[in-house]
């Protein structure tokens, strides 16, 4: 069979206007069914026409879906349809939660943040030119990594977390919950079920085929934040080529409890460089009880990128990812 | 008296429709009963068709025909591109077309054909194909050796040895050239340097596509396309479908951009044209951007080393080049324009130049604004300052002394310029961007931020000679310029018809143009190319409007007795010198011109036009006051403009990120023709210099030969935020004393100047390092500030 | 179908019913026949499944009720030119990467190349051909002709309507915040310092008109 991009194949559109509607749509259709959000993602699929559902169920009119809210204990609920706009721009986010109206604002472009949406920018799937070319990789059901030979062209790739596939987490957003410790609640037949961020993206060696814990049938429905911490600082910065309509090389979110001049709890995470936001467990113990300087961030950088691999053309990740630690808690504001 | 028109703002004619979305580019027209067609591309960089099976497509309901490459008047076949081939030699060069009721069809129709490829051998690096045993792009060699024959350039493993990974080898070369004796300008430097630079190929990526529609009525080709040219559209789309150019009208009113890749014509047009007239119903062929990205063309990249030695007073005494060019698959003449737009910056004493263009299986490359010259310029630049800071000389200084003056020549034959104020655009750049105190700040650190200052001297063609002129003045008094030229979008299309207006010293409302539709009785023109269309075009209006004004002078002494002489033109009235009452207005003299006839409506023309526009003058006999004139100014010398752009970065150290702080440019172009558009031109130009520079990619896939930058956030064209918000400019103004007029062209220039400006800033910032490489990406940046190993080979390419 | 439909109904969700009606109302009716060959359903199911949405359509573009028999996987984009003739809407790179076919939804700038047609219903779609009023050009109009923006204009349409929705954002922008809100705009002429005039020229003028 000939190529043929640019084109959507034909498929069968649901518009339900309720979650219920929607996670029984999914069960219905399982791997046929193509669950549409904002649609930025789906459509680059649908036009190459790598990406063939049957069905498609499009959450545009399922208000439920959409909103940001006071939730429990001060933090603050939001659907996982509400556009990146509105979540960048919401009141309460931008004081409460700069860390994640940041990163949100630095997502694309403005017509892609007024129609993109919190959730689908969590989920979007890598960019790994190889895969997104329609290769026959692990990732898309095949045995071989094109990423990862000593040919391959592969600035963009992992520097760890790899296993067979080397692709890496394009998402903004996803840093910044990770680094907000929010909580991420999954819908579908059987109910919810709510995951930390952390545990909610997924590495190649848990499942190579998909990027989080999301299985066909479930949906993400809202993203919970907790209440911020106390006189918080933070940290957003992401690295890209061009200014607007760039995916990250490297990004770093942080969110540091500083008192008396010493970091007493830190939560730092850096994307773009594994298949999942990376999460700095050990710099994190590392930088308690010392001040935010130079020195600290210097030696937060060093312990990050231990055991980095890399691979023929992303050697400079590794000094981006220390230097973005480095700022992350040296420029924490 | 009308006020004169050239150096003034004005609003182009068809500024409304493009803002009200009125103007209609190729893929917005309709045709009754149009339907879609649909290319099925190789997926593989050199492949033969074994056979094809299309016989699931066309049991489709709604499919209603194919196109192969056999079926076309121009055959892909040697060096020659056609719309499709049998034997694609490039990812992505389109094989054949289904026409299908709607696109859903077609593209399902072109899925279900089953093609058999032979795979071939392919190369995307030159220097690969360069080695002895190495692959060929065609399968008759890696070289053009003329009239469409192929050559085989393979150099001894001595070669690459000898010049080791960093060094570009340099072996025999297929095209040298000198001036005076390289080694004695060597023995008379007090510095040299040297350097192996690589400037990548680059995509054009016009915003428009180059999708295409066409129709056949009463034996007559209907093509809606998008072309900068567009008189010189008709023969080239006529060879495409096979027919006389008299039987083509060609429509495009609007080219959504160009920049070289549209010059006069696409290839892709005969797809629509034969299609159409195979299955009887207009088709239209929407290209896609990834469909662009293969077959809209791309500049050629060099793989180049260059060494250059100057005396102690900055003076050039020798410039060594060696080129090595990737041509794609079909050619590319940048090669020889960059070693003479390099003499047109140093006027070097002694100069060696030797280079070869070799075939990969990459896309096509043509023109691209300021071919060969952008990138020369960008790779030699750095070099200079090099020198200059060896030396101790101000890098604004060394740029003057080697510059050309009136007394400059240009290149291997080192014909005289038609004028060089390149001195002046130089101090006016140096007090414009205000160099004395920027460049004080070279190397200054704040926080983790490191300022560099830059600048890029860019010269490029400006223009040859024009073809004719067309006006007519019709009964409702207005002055029509009929323009051969295209409307490429940089205003020209009324620019140039300022010198008509001028000389009849008519106010510019009275003006109107006609452009755009070949069956609207056009003039034979230049191409939209090269820089031409300002200098050239407005020769050639300039003529014409000096004929018409002859003409009425002759008429009113005909109608109102006395003598030519006798009378004057203004204000759209001839009248008697000193008596404004006794004449006619040009109303009234339209109506006599009709009822006299002859050759002040047409019946006769000047022997020495183009066919093309005694044609369009017979078609239009008798319908007003006709002049036609061929341009027969001086065609003597070479003319060129210079500009200079001036770059204050800001490179920040921890990320390897730059942004530009300021940005200054000038030019010698000549009179100024329309003070906003010019500096648009030039801004516009120097932003896609600095996308070149700053971070437009052209990768592939060495194993497969297969491009991932096929799309616009992978081969990222600069944004917005990408360049500086307020970018200054002025002009020299001079008028270049060749012409009537004195404008020379502005299109090419400017892309060296900006791309040149930025690498020599990035450079300053760190501390006169070159990294001798465009794109200059972030993780080259750091990777070397860091101490880290490069991302890539010095030679390394497409990536 | 009759049980989502029952669901929308109740919930005062975009309940097609009520749409259709709406639209006899309204009367206007877009054409499908003559070239328009893109929805002749050839490959479009030719019966709808239970529960999944019809192909008619009502929009709201320009301000007029359209209805438009739309195949389920066609784009805004492609339904504004090819179904209702609305070519102004440009398509560049029909990947939401170039911004030419910028469209505004409720006042707010799409990428119409990126959304389907059958998610827009009920949302007011804004065309470029939809901003000049009883023949007087928007100020974003008028400020392109008072400083002679753009150069082939191919993004012309699509920087027009993100600068409309700047100014519903952002009626006094710096050339700073200006430049932010059209970085969704691809100009490959690089005319971006007279589209930062232009949107500044724009902004003064929508001031003082209003």
């Known amino acids: ?333 | ?799 | 179908m009759l049980q989502t439909e029952a669901i929308q109904a109740r919930r005062g969700g975009f309940t097609r019913r009520k749409f259709i009606k709406g639209v006899v109302a309204a009367g206007a009716t877009a054409s499908v026949s003559g070239y328009l060959f893109r929805g002749s359903g050839i490959f479009a199911p030719m019966l709808t499944a239970q529960g999944a949405v019809e192909r008619l359509v009502t929009l709201t573009v320009n301000g007029q009720q359209r209805r438009v028999d739309v195949p389920k996987y066609e784009t805004l984009a492609m339904t504004l030119r090819y179904q209702l003739g609305l070519t102004g809407t440009k398509l560049g790179c029909d990947r939401a990467e170039c911004g030419a076919c910028t469209v505004l939804l409720d006042g707010v700038t799409h990428y119409g190349c990126s959304i389907l047609t059958h998610s827009v219903q009920g949302r007011e779609v804004t065309t470029i051909e939809g901003l000049e009023q009883d023949g007087e050009l928007h100020p974003v109009q008028q400020a392109v002709m008072d400083e002679g923006g753009f150069q082939c204009a191919f993004c012309a349409p699509g920087f027009a309507m993100s600068m409309v929705g700047m100014l519903e954002k952002n009626p006094n922008p710096t050339r700073e915040e200006a430049a932010v809100l059209l970085s969704g705009n691809l100009c490959r002429c690089g005319d971006y310092d007279k589209i930062l005039n232009t949107a500044m020229r724009a902004a003064e003028l929508s001031r003082s008109r209003a």
Not at chain 2, 200 to 206: A, D, G, R
Not at chain 2, 712 to 722: E, K, M
């Open chain 2, 1 to 799: 008296m009308a006020e004169n028109v050239i150096g003034t703002d004005i609003s182009p004619p068809d500024l409304r429709a493009k803002i009200t979305g009125r103007a209609r580019y190729a893929e917005d027209f309709r045709a009754e009963g149009m339907v879609f067609a649909k290319l099925l591309l190789s997926p593989m960089p050199h492949a033969r068709v074994r056979s094809v099976d299309t016989s699931a497509a066309e049991a489709m309901e709604g499919v209603l025909g194919i196109l192969r490459a056999d079926e076309l008047p121009v055959q892909s076949e040697g060096l020659r591109e056609g719309a499709l081939t049998d034997e694609p030699k490039y990812e992505g060069e389109p094989v054949l077309a289904v026409a299908a009721v709607d696109e859903t069809t077609a593209a399902a129709a072109v899925e279900a054909i089953r093609v058999d490829f032979e795979q071939l051998p392919f190369v995307l690096d030159p220097l690969e194909s360069l080695r002895e045993g190495g692959p060929d792009a065609h399968v008759g060699g890696n070289i053009s050796a003329g009239r469409g024959e192929f050559g085989s350039l393979k150099w001894p493993a001595s070669v690459f040895e000898e010049a080791g990974a960093d060094k570009l080898p340099m072996g025999e070369a297929a095209a040298e050239w000198t001036i005076g004796d390289i080694e004695t300008g060597f023995d008379e430097a007090d510095v040299v340097v040297e350097e192996t630079i690589v400037h990548q190929s680059v995509t054009h990526h016009p915003m428009e596509p180059r999708s295409c529609m066409a129709y056949w009525q009463n034996g007559k080709l209907f093509l809606h396309g998008s072309t900068q040219s567009t008189e010189r559209t008709r023969g080239g789309v006529a060879g495409l479908a096979g027919v006389e150019p008299e039987d083509v009208v060609f429509i495009g009113e609007y080219c959504g951009g160009g920049f070289g890749s549209k010059i006069s014509g696409s290839p892709i047009m005969a797809v629509p044209a034969v299609l159409s007239r195979k299955i009887g119903r207009p088709v239209m062929l929407r290209i896609t951007r990834y469909e662009e990205n293969y077959i809209g063309r791309a500049r050629a990249g060099f793989q180049g080393w260059a060494k250059m030695g100057f005396r102690a007073d900055g003076r050039m005494t020798a410039l060594d080049l060696y080129l090595v060019q990737d041509s794609g698959p079909f050619g590319a003449s940048d090669l020889f324009t960059a070693g003479t737009v390099a003499t047109a910056s140093y006027q070097p004493e002694n100069m060696r130049f030797r280079g070869a263009a070799i075939l990969t299986n990459t896309p096509p490359r043509s023109a691209q604004r300021a071919p060969g010259g952008a990138q020369i310029v960008a790779m030699l630049e750095p070099l200079v300052d090099k020198a200059a800071r060896e030396l101790d000389v101000d890098r604004l200084e060394i740029r003057k002394i080697n510059a050309p003056g009136h007394d400059g020549w240009l290149g291997a034959r080192q014909t005289p310029f038609t004028s060089a104020y390149v001195r002046e655009a130089l101090d006016l750049g140096g007090e414009l961007f205000n160099w004395e105190e920027k460049k004080q700040l070279s190397g200054q650190r704040n926080g983790t931020k490191v300022t560099g200052v830059g600048m890029g001297l860019s010269p490029f063609t400006a223009g040859s000679a024009g073809r004719d002129g067309l006006l007519v003045i019709r009964p409702d008094g207005k002055l029509y310029v009929h323009q051969g030229i295209g409307n490429l979008g940089t205003h020209s299309i009324a620019d140039t018809a300022r010198p008509a207006a001028d000389v009849l010293d008519l106010s510019w409302d009275q003006v109107v143009i006609v452009w755009g539709d070949t069956s609207k009785h056009l003039p034979f023109s230049t191409v939209q190319a090269g820089s031409q269309t300002t200098h050239a075009h407005t020769r050639a209006n300039h003529a014409a409007g000096t004929a018409m004004l002859g003409l009425l002078q002759e008429l009113a002494a005909r109608e109102l007795g006395g003598s030519p002489t006798d009378y004057r033109v203004a204000d759209g009235r001839v009248f008697r010198a000193g008596n404004r009452a006794a004449g006619m207005n040009f109303a009234e003299a339209a109506r006599r011109a009709i009822a006299t006839g002859g050759k002040f409506s047409g019946g006769v023309v000047p022997e020495d036009l183009n066919d093309a526009t005694k044609a369009a003058v017979a078609g239009l006999a008798g319908e007003g006051l006709i002049a036609a004139a061929r341009d027969n100014y001086s065609r003597g010398g070479s003319v060129y403009t210079w500009v200079a752009t001036f770059a204050q970065i800001e490179l920040d150290v921890e990320t390897g990120e730059v942004e530009i702080i300021d940005l200054a440019s000038t030019t010698d172009c000549g009179t100024v023709m329309h003070p906003r558009s010019l500096a648009a031109q030039t801004n516009g130009g120097v932003f896609q210099g600095i996308g070149m520079a700053k971070g437009q990619r052209w990768v592939f896939d060495p194993k497969w030969g297969i491009p991932f930058t096929k799309r616009f956030y992978t081969a990222r064209p600069p944004g917005i935020l990408d360049v500086p918000l307020s970018p200054r400019f002025a002009a020299v103004d001079e008028p270049d004393p060749r012409t009537p007029v004195g404008a020379k062209g502005i299109g090419e220039p400017p892309v060296g100047a900006g791309e040149a400006a930025y690498v020599c800033a990035v450079a300053d910032a760190m501390g006169g390092l070159c990294l001798c490489r465009t794109p200059l990406t972030a993780d080259m940046i750091l990777a070397e500030l860091e101490g880290r190993p490069r991302p890539y080979g010095l030679l390394e390419t497409h990536v």
């Open chain 1, 1 to 333: 069979m000939a190529v043929m991009r640019d084109m959507i194949p034909p498929f069968e559109l649901y518009q339900p206007t309720e979650v219920d509607d929607a996670v029984r749509l999914m069960r219905q259709h399982g791997d046929k069914g193509w669950v549409l959000a904002g649609g930025l993602d789906t459509f680059d699929w649908f036009k190459d026409r790598i990406k063939r559902p049957e069905a498609v169920i499009d959450l545009v009119g399922v208000e439920e879906l959409r909103g940001i809210s006071d939730g429990a204990d001060g933090g603050l609920d939001i659907g996982a349809m509400t556009s990146l706009t509105d979540v960048a721009e919401n009141a309460d986010v931008m004081n409460r939660y700069p860390l994640l109206a940041e990163a949100a604002g630095l997502v694309a472009t403005p017509q892609i943040r007024n129609q993109g949406t919190l959730g689908g920018n969590i989920v979007q799937d890598t960019r790994c030119w190889y895969y997104r070319s329609g290769w026959p990789c692990y990732r898309a059901g095949g045995n071989v990594c094109y990423a990862a030979t000593s040919q391959s062209m592969n600035r963009e790739h992992c520097i760890m977390g790899a296993s067979r596939c080397v692709a890496v987490s394009p998402s903004d957003t996803a840093p910044a919950l990770v680094a907000l410790d929010a909580e991420m609640v999954v819908a579908s037949t059987s109910g919810e079920r709510t995951w930390a961020a952390a545990d909610f993206f997924i590495g190649p060696d848990i499942d190579i085929e998909r990027m989080t814990v999301l299985k066909p049938g479930d949906l993400l429905a809202r993203i919970v934040l907790p209440a911020p911490w106390e006189g918080a600082r933070w940290y957003f910065e992401k690295v890209r080529d061009r200014k607007a309509w760039d995916f990250s090389l490297v990004s770093v979110a942080s969110s540091l409890r500083v008192e008396a001049g010493m970091i007493q709890d830190a939560r730092i995470v850096v994307n773009s460089v594994a298949p999942y936001p990376v999460r700095l467990r050990a710099v994190e113990s590392a930088i308690r009880g010392r001040a935010p300087s130079e020195e600290t961030g210097q030696m937060a950088g060093e312990i990050a990128v231990e055991g980095a691999r890399t691979l023929r053309h992303n050697d400079y990740k590794v000094a981006l990812m220390r230097n973005l630690v480095k700022r992350s808690i040296r420029d924490a504001a």
